[in-house]
């Protein structure tokens, strides 16, 4: 046995493991290791350097609190989100994409009727969402739970704004029918930036990136004997299509905007959401 040098520091700090340390832990950590020592070989990280990430990484934490998690959002704006997303979201064709989750969803939102008005606040461009939950085969899915949620015509979530915006504002759960139909009413979404105030914020200026995603709805689709789908539809032409902050775009979650017809809605979207089976 040697001892620690330049060149096998990951061998010798990953030959202390012991013995009966889980298998998935040893592979798990084993390669973190490997990868962050040859990292700091590759670019030569100066004794600086480490003290500043220490610095931000710090910062990181102690941004995180009950109603912001700063960590999240590094993993987000790094890619890292939409990449264990994408490992772990591999689906058939045909079947709805999976994105990013966001910061933002809030559980138990209230059931509406089908066809009833989400946005409270009285902003924006009204728009008729409608479509089906679908399985593969083309067959409606009874009993879908759509959850939907969105920020309003100012770019922002109730949540950012409680003392602004009325509770619920953009949200809401509907179930689908023997039909595997859905509608409701909202508004045409705007894009927004995500929390820049914090060192992630700081970071991106830094990289000479931006905050900003493109105009999206979010979706959680759950039914009894399909996977989970965790998805947005997106706003076709959108400025921040291609440099979405948190890369959650994907070309089959564009959605057709077309003006409404008649009626005092402005737009209309339709959307057809394909699960698989669990
Ligand atoms: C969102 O779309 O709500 C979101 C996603 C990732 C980071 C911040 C916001
Ligand atoms: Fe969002």
């Not at 000479?208 to 995603?213: L, T």
């Not at 539809?233 to 564009?254: N, P």
């Amino acid at each position: 046995m040697s001892y620690f040098t330049e060149d096998n520091s990951a061998e010798i700090v990953n030959a202390r493991m012991g013995a009966d340390t889980d298998p998935r832990l040893r592979e798990v950590m084993g390669a973190l290791v490997k990868h962050l020592h040859a990292f700091a070989r590759e670019v030569t990280l100066t004794q600086e350097e480490w003290d500043y990430a220490i610095g931000f990484l710090t910062k990181t934490g102690q941004m995180c609190s009950g109603e912001r998690q700063e960590f999240i959002l590094l993993s987000d704006v790094l890619g890292f989100s939409m990449l264990v997303d994408a490992i772990n979201n591999r689906r058939p064709k045909g079947a709805t994409e999976n994105t990013v989750f966001g910061p933002f969803h809030v559980a138990d939102a209230p059931i509406r009727a089908m066809g009833e008005n989400i946005t409270l606040d009285g902003k924006g461009e009204s728009c008729l969402f409608e479509g089906r939950v679908l399985d593969l085969e083309g067959q409606p899915i009874e009993n879908a739970c759509i959850d939907v949620w969105a920020d309003n015509a100012d770019g922002f979530y109730d949540v950012q704004q409680p003392d602004i915006q009325p509770k619920w504002n953009n949200r809401g759960r509907f179930f689908t029918g023997a039909n595997g139909r859905y509608s409701f009413r909202g508004i045409k979404p705007v894009s927004y930036p995500i929390p820049d105030d914090g060192p992630v914020g700081q970071m991106l200026g830094h990289l000479g990136r931006h905050p900003y995603r493109p105009a999206h709805v979010h979706y959680l689709i759950t039914a009894p004997g399909y996977q989970k789908l965790v998805t947005h539809t997106f706003v076709g032409e959108d400025t921040y299509l291609e440099s979405d902050a948190v890369f959650g775009v994907k070309r089959s979650l564009i959605a057709p905007y077309e003006p409404a017809e008649g009626g005092d809605t402005q737009w209309r979207s339709k959307f057809d959401f394909v699960l698989v089976p669990a």
